[in-house]
Each structure stands twice: as C-alpha cells, then as structure tokens.
C-alpha cells in the first residue's frame, strides 16, 4: 500500500483525473486504469506516492486545516483534509536512478545500462510501470547506443545542465505573464526564486550546484529563499487560503500560517458548536 493510505480507514477526498479505486499487486493502489505508484522522492529519496495515469505522470498533495470535515452526500467524512494530483514532469523523478545507474566515479563519464536495469529498484516496483514514458522522456538527458535491438542509455552532465536551463527559461516566462511584481524585479532575484523551485525536484549534488554555477548564482540563496518565502506563498495559495492553518507563535498566542495573530470567532447567542451538534445526533443514533 502506498505510504500516505498505510493504516488509513475511511474515505479521503482526492481531486485527480481519476476514476474508482481498487486495490492492485506490488503495494500499488489501482484506479480505474491510474495507479498509485509509491516512488523516491527525487530530492530526499524518501518513499512518496505519484499517481500514473494516462501516461503521465501526477504528484499528490496534501492540504489540512486545524478542524475541518466534508459533507459528501448525505455522508460527513470526519478528515477534512484534501489530496490534489497535479502534474510533474517524470524526468525530475527518473533523473536520479538514471544517474545512480551509470556509476561514474570522478572525471569517469559511468557506464551505459539498459533500460529494464535502471528502473529496476529494489523495493519500489512502481517505476517499472513507467517503462512506456522512459525512454521517451529521458533522450533529452541521456546518450543512447542502439546494439542490434537493445538500447543502452547513460545520463549525460551537458544535456541535464540544457534540459534545466530550458525549465528556467520557461519558468521566467511563466512568472513574468502570471505575476507584473516578477517583471518589475531584477534578474538575478527572479533566477533566485526559480532555481529555489526547480531545488524541489533537484539534489544539491550534482545538479543544483551545475545550475546554479551556470547561472553564476550561490546554492545558499537560492536554498534559503526555498525554506523561507516559498513555503509561505505556497500556503497562502493553496484552495485553503482563505481559512490559514492555525498554530502557535512563540509567545503561546494563536496564530495564521500567515504570521499575523488570528483573530477569535465571535460566537452569537443561542448558537450551536457544530462538534456538540455532531456528538449529540451520533448519541441518538445509539
């Protein structure tokens, strides 16, 4: 099962290109002809579920308020959270099994490894079902050699560093049609905050470092501008932002993910705590 359903009974609401879901072989979870594929996070390596549908490939989210329930139906699902699928470009996830795969060592380009080989990980089954997209996917990053009717790949150093250059540029692009403050900012800031983007994806070595020694910009702005700002701006844009996750600020007072102190609801008289009205209408049912 994949890890964020491991020991989870009950429904969840999940908003994806998706059908049914019914559960399949190898710890993967089938929906409708999607899957949910426990994979390694590209960054931390860490085991982390993707949906594979259509072939493509989507990350899962996931957003939770402090208190919180849906109304399905004529059903209260009590977990108010919420999974969302978008969209990940599968090079990002297969970029470092490729890269583990080709063994280099020093100035040693590493060695040419058949496809079936590299995706073969011990332990995660799910990125044989990505064989259909792979080879597609990782010519743009890899050198291919072609014996009879095998076909070899070895990452490639040169064609990574254009791949990641060409997420800049259309990064740049994007943030600047989306967002007039990028346009007004200078373009070394702008970089900045991209790389910090694509860091999420990238580990520091090789790769974030080979961009970011391109780009002529020091790893240590581009990680501190990923754990500070980023974090913050990705929660206030998420579907929830208009009710910020509440916690604690260091000096006990309650507070909005925002930063700023929230403010306590005012309760009208003769109103009802929907949680005691819950309590008491499941007391009756007894």
Not at 157 to 168: A, F, T
Not at 253 to 270: F, M, P
Request: proline share 3%; hydrophobic share 35%.
């Amino acid at each position: 099962m994949a890890s964020w359903c491991d020991g989870i009974e009950g429904t969840r609401l999940l908003i994806a290109p998706l059908a049914h879901t019914s559960f399949g072989k190898e710890n993967n979870v089938e929906i409708g002809e999607s899957q949910i594929l426990s994979l390694r996070h590209p960054k931390s390596g860490s085991p982390t579920c993707y949906i594979y549908t259509n072939d493509s490939l989507h990350e899962l989210h996931w957003f939770k308020q402090a208190y919180g329930s849906w109304f399905l139906g004529d059903y209260v699902c009590e977990d108010g959270s919420l999974y969302i699928s978008t969209p990940v470009d599968p090079v990002f996830i297969l970029l470092p099994i490729f890269e583990e795969a080709r063994m280099k060592k020093g100035n040693d380009v590493g060695m040419f490894r058949q496809l079936d080989e590299i995706i073969f990980i011990n332990g995660f089954p799910g990125y044989q079902h990505l064989s259909n997209i792979a080879e597609g996917c990782m010519k743009l990053i890899c050198d291919v050699k072609e014996i009879g009717t095998s076909k070899f790949f070895r990452v490639d150093d040169s064609k990574v560093l254009h791949w990641l250059c060409h997420k800049v540029n259309n990064l740049k692009q994007t943030l600047t049609t989306l967002d007039r403050n990028y346009a007004a900012r200078e373009e070394k800031e702008t970089l900045i905050e991209i790389v910090s983007l694509l860091g999420e994806y990238l580990k520091d070595e090789p790769w974030l470092k080979l961009l970011c020694r391109h780009l002529e910009l020091n790893i240590e702005d581009t990680v501190k501008k990923s754990s500070n700002e980023n974090i913050h701006r990705a929660l206030e844009n998420t579907p929830l932002a208009s009710h910020p996750l509440t916690g604690k600020d260091v000096n006990g007072r309650s507070a909005s993910s925002s930063g700023k102190q929230s403010k306590k609801l005012k309760i009208t008289e003769k109103s009802q705590n929907i949680k005691d009205m819950f309590f008491r209408a499941s007391r009756r049912g007894k």
